[in-house]
């Protein structure tokens, strides 16, 4: 409970007495304030990600109750600090000569973010500013928890499991009347959504999932639309997407629907081809069925890989134990970059989390720690947390892994999720040896951000890294044969997926633009005009879509990312393993952080501007 609150509350008033430093040195350099203001974004960080990280993961209800009021607490005093005239007076008017670049850098950055917090505001709408931003961020933890809480079940008879793996059957055993208990867990809907041959199993778990956290956060969400809303218009922005995207790559919110349509044209008419395909596989089971659902479209496309394309993902599975996948992606990272990664014994917020010193040369540079698997009141999906911020010659970088995992056999999904969500973590770790936290670990461009873990996706491909840590029950590797014939398979979907994630794209800018009044009704639209595979009816995915939280109107960032990753991965052509490669991408993407604008890094690494040709020859199958 002690870091869930008292380090928080020390940090909190260490801030406030550097504030006050800040305020009393009008004597100060231009330097020696943006040292005081690199000291106080330390101990925010320092709180925040701790207490942010306990909200999400400890297993204690008291604990992620008392960590989400210091979550609060944190983001309080942040927000105001940017409202805070004498501390804007501070930097106003710094003289920029004689800084090096990421000095400058940083005081550029810390000016818009005092504009962009409302600083210039007069009296009455800075209050009102600070008011709408407290109001943000109590709404999106709420929204957080509900969605952290919202675990479902569903209980189905004992033979509506036909299709499903042994060993899943084996874990769900038969109550007294003869039924088994589904959740909403990833460990239980994946295999559910791709193997259950049953569509009504499939239909009743995924409804199941697309009503999470409803209704609790429908009033959430709605709420939080017009809080951000206002905040932008105060601000002085068109809309919330214009606030966001200020910062990112894509500059200015207009330009989201642009990509968007981009994506549109470039996926349409192979999603149509798709499509047809799948409907005429439903039709072999139902042959009344005149609609793919999102219920279906994970079982047929795994169907017709394996009847068409030869590739079974059961069989992928036996080679795929979960201990094996971890040293796989730890032993494969660290080759790839040059890193070791070293067992430690350190004091965690659960039995299951396993923690590791990163090295490089004998020498540490960072720490992970790993929290893999499912469990009542975690977060329920993937993702990287920042613990510790990294700074040159102060302190190492600590970051952590959320996922939830199976502990015995993975879907080779799971494996490419656990190397996307390793790619954040390297990143944080590779990023973070800088003078200003604000340029530590993981903090480029928001449209960005995705783009090294995506690229590293590509490893979870290779049949030569595959066969470095895969075996079945006999103790054999996959063999390269299969790979490639999963490779082959990969390619037909694409276009679909881009679709699904077209969808969610529209859904996180339209309902952040329009503000409908309708959240159910116009997220159904959204989703059903998108995509040839339709929605279920009646449902209401947006109350547990947990992206609109912390990505707002931006999750076009996804597929920006993806464009700039497949583009990246041609700078690889010398192998994925190419020592020379690997140490220029980790030289030019990974270790600057956040010191560099992201089209820079992306050119220092190809050697030109990144190009739409790597990904549409992507989506061609190529």
């Given at each position: 409970?002690?870091?869930?609150?008292?380090?928080?509350?020390?940090?909190?008033?260490?801030?406030?007495?550097?504030?006050?430093?800040?305020?009393?040195?009008?004597?100060?350099?231009?330097i020696?304030?943006?040292?005081?203001?690199?000291?106080?974004?330390?101990?925010?960080?320092?709180?925040l990600?701790?207490?942010?990280?306990?909200?999400?993961?400890?297993?204690?209800?008291?604990?992620?109750e008392?960590?989400e009021a210091?979550?609060q607490?944190?983001?309080?005093l942040?927000?105001?600090?940017?409202l805070?005239?004498?501390?804007?007076?501070?930097?106003?008017?710094?003289?920029?000569?004689?800084?090096?670049?990421d000095?400058?850098?940083m005081?550029?950055?810390?000016?818009?973010?005092?504009?962009?917090?409302?600083?210039?505001?007069?009296?009455?709408?800075r209050?009102?500013?600070?008011?709408?931003?407290?109001?943000?961020?109590?709404?999106?933890?709420?929204?957080?928890?509900?969605?952290?809480?919202?675990?479902?079940?569903i209980?189905?008879?004992?033979?509506?499991?036909?299709?499903?793996?042994?060993?899943?059957?084996d874990?769900?055993?038969?109550?007294?009347?003869?039924?088994?208990?589904?959740?909403?867990?990833?460990?239980?809907?994946?295999?559910?959504?791709?193997?259950?041959?049953?569509?009504?199993?499939r239909?009743?778990?995924?409804?199941?999932?697309?009503?999470?956290?409803w209704?609790?956060?429908?009033?959430?969400?709605?709420?939080?639309?017009?809080?951000?809303?206002?905040?932008?218009?105060?601000?002085?922005?068109?809309?919330?997407?214009?606030?966001?995207?200020?910062?990112?790559?894509?500059?200015?919110?207009?330009?989201?629907?642009?990509?968007?349509?981009?994506?549109?044209?470039?996926?349409?008419?192979?999603?149509?081809?798709?499509?047809?395909?799948?409907?005429?596989?439903?039709?072999?089971?139902?042959?009344?069925?005149?609609?793919?659902?999102?219920?279906?479209s994970?079982?047929?496309?795994?169907?017709?890989?394996?009847?068409?394309?030869?590739?079974?993902?059961?069989?992928?599975?036996?080679?795929?134990?979960?201990?094996?996948?971890?040293?796989?992606?730890?032993?494969?990272?660290?080759?790839?970059?040059?890193?070791e990664y070293?067992?430690?014994?350190?004091?965690?917020?659960?039995?299951?989390?396993?923690?590791?010193d990163?090295?490089?040369?004998g020498?540490?540079?960072?720490?992970?720690?790993?929290d893999?698997h499912?469990?009542a009141?975690?977060?329920?999906?993937?993702a990287?947390?920042?613990?510790?911020?990294?700074?040159?010659?102060?302190?190492l970088?600590?970051?952590?892994l959320?996922?939830?995992?199976?502990?015995?056999l993975?879907?080779?999904?799971?494996?490419?999720?656990?190397?996307?969500e390793?790619?954040?973590?390297?990143?944080?770790?590779?990023?973070?040896?800088h003078?200003?936290?604000?340029?530590?670990?993981?903090?480029?461009?928001?449209?960005?951000?995705?783009?090294?873990?995506?690229l590293?996706?590509?490893?979870?491909?290779?049949?030569?890294?595959?066969?470095?840590?895969?075996?079945?029950?006999?103790g054999?590797?996959?063999?390269?044969?299969?790979?490639?014939?999963?490779?082959?398979?990969?390619?037909?979907?694409?276009?679909?997926?881009?679709?699904?994630?077209?969808?969610?794209a529209?859904v996180?800018?339209r309902?952040?633009?329009?503000?409908?009044?309708?959240?159910?009704?116009?997220?159904?639209?959204?989703?059903?005009?998108?995509?040839?595979?339709?929605?279920?009816?009646?449902?209401?995915?947006?109350?547990?879509?947990?992206?609109?939280?912390g990505?707002?109107?931006?999750?076009?960032?996804?597929?920006?990312?993806l464009?700039?990753?497949?583009?990246?991965?041609?700078?690889?052509?010398?192998?994925?393993?190419?020592?020379?490669?690997?140490?220029?991408?980790?030289?030019?993407?990974?270790?600057?952080?956040?010191?560099?604008?992201?089209?820079?890094?992306?050119?220092?690494?190809?050697?030109r501007?990144?190009?739409?040709?790597?990904?549409?020859?992507?989506?061609?199958?190529?």
């Amino acid at each position: 409970m002690a870091l869930a609150t008292d380090r928080a509350t020390e940090r909190i008033a260490r801030v406030g007495a550097l504030d006050e430093q800040l305020k009393a040195g009008s004597g100060l350099s231009t330097i020696e304030r943006l040292d005081l203001w690199n000291d106080a974004d330390l101990a925010l960080a320092e709180a925040l990600n701790a207490v942010y990280l306990l909200s999400e993961a400890h297993p204690d209800d008291a604990v992620r109750e008392a960590a989400e009021a210091q979550v609060q607490a944190v983001e309080a005093l942040s927000s105001a600090r940017l409202l805070d005239r004498d501390l804007w007076a501070v930097f106003a008017d710094a003289d920029a000569s004689g800084l090096d670049d990421d000095a400058a850098r940083m005081l550029s950055h810390l000016r818009r973010d005092f504009r962009r917090g409302g600083v210039d505001l007069d009296d009455e709408r800075r209050a009102r500013v600070r008011e709408l931003t407290d109001r943000d961020t109590e709404l999106s933890l709420v929204f957080s928890r509900n969605v952290r809480d919202g675990r479902r079940e569903i209980t189905v008879p004992a033979d509506a499991l036909t299709g499903l793996p042994q060993d899943f059957i084996d874990a769900h055993p038969v109550d007294a009347d003869g039924r088994v208990t589904l959740t909403t867990d990833y460990t239980d809907l994946l295999p559910v959504r791709e193997f259950a041959a049953e569509r009504a199993t499939r239909v009743a778990l995924v409804s199941a999932y697309n009503d999470l956290a409803w209704p609790e956060n429908d009033s959430v969400l709605a709420e939080l639309l017009e809080v951000r809303a206002q905040r932008a218009e105060l601000l002085g922005f068109a809309d919330w997407a214009d606030y966001e995207t200020e910062t990112r790559m894509i500059g200015s919110g207009p330009e989201i629907p642009a990509f968007l349509s981009r994506l549109d044209a470039a996926s349409a008419e192979a999603a149509t081809v798709e499509h047809a395909r799948l409907l005429e596989r439903l039709r072999r089971d139902e042959p009344e069925a005149d609609v793919v659902t999102i219920a279906d479209s994970w079982y047929l496309l795994g169907a017709l890989k394996r009847e068409e394309y030869d590739v079974d993902a059961q069989l992928v599975r036996s080679y795929l134990p979960f201990d094996r996948v971890r040293a796989g992606v730890l032993d494969v990272t660290g080759r790839l970059l040059g890193v070791e990664y070293r067992p430690v014994a350190v004091p965690t917020w659960h039995e299951d989390v396993a923690s590791y010193d990163v090295l490089r040369d004998g020498e540490r540079i960072g720490r992970i720690h790993l929290d893999l698997h499912p469990r009542a009141g975690k977060f329920s999906h993937a993702a990287c947390f920042p613990l510790v911020p990294g700074v040159s010659g102060r302190s190492l970088p600590e970051a952590v892994l959320l996922c939830n995992f199976s502990r015995g056999l993975l879907a080779h999904d799971d494996v490419v999720t656990f190397f996307h969500e390793f790619g954040h973590l390297v990143h944080d770790i590779l990023g973070a040896d800088h003078r200003w936290v604000r340029f530590s670990g993981v903090a480029t461009e928001w449209d960005f951000v995705e783009a090294p873990s995506q690229l590293l996706e590509e490893w979870a491909w290779d049949a030569e890294v595959l066969r470095s840590f895969t075996a079945n029950a006999a103790g054999e590797p996959i063999p390269a044969e299969l790979v490639e014939k999963m490779r082959i398979a990969d390619a037909f979907g694409r276009a679909l997926e881009v679709r699904r994630q077209l969808g969610h794209a529209n859904v996180s800018y339209r309902l952040h633009v329009d503000r409908p009044s309708d959240l159910q009704a116009e997220t159904e639209r959204l989703y059903s005009e998108t995509s040839p595979v339709q929605p279920l009816p009646g449902l209401h995915p947006y109350a547990g879509f947990g992206h609109l939280t912390g990505y707002g109107a931006c999750y076009y960032t996804y597929q920006w990312s993806l464009v700039i990753a497949r583009d990246l991965l041609s700078g690889f052509d010398r192998g994925l393993m190419d020592e020379q490669t690997a140490d220029r991408y980790r030289r030019e993407i990974l270790e600057p952080g956040g010191s560099r604008d992201a089209r820079d890094l992306v050119e220092a690494f190809l050697g030109r501007e990144y190009s739409f040709d790597a990904y549409r020859e992507w989506l061609a199958g190529a």
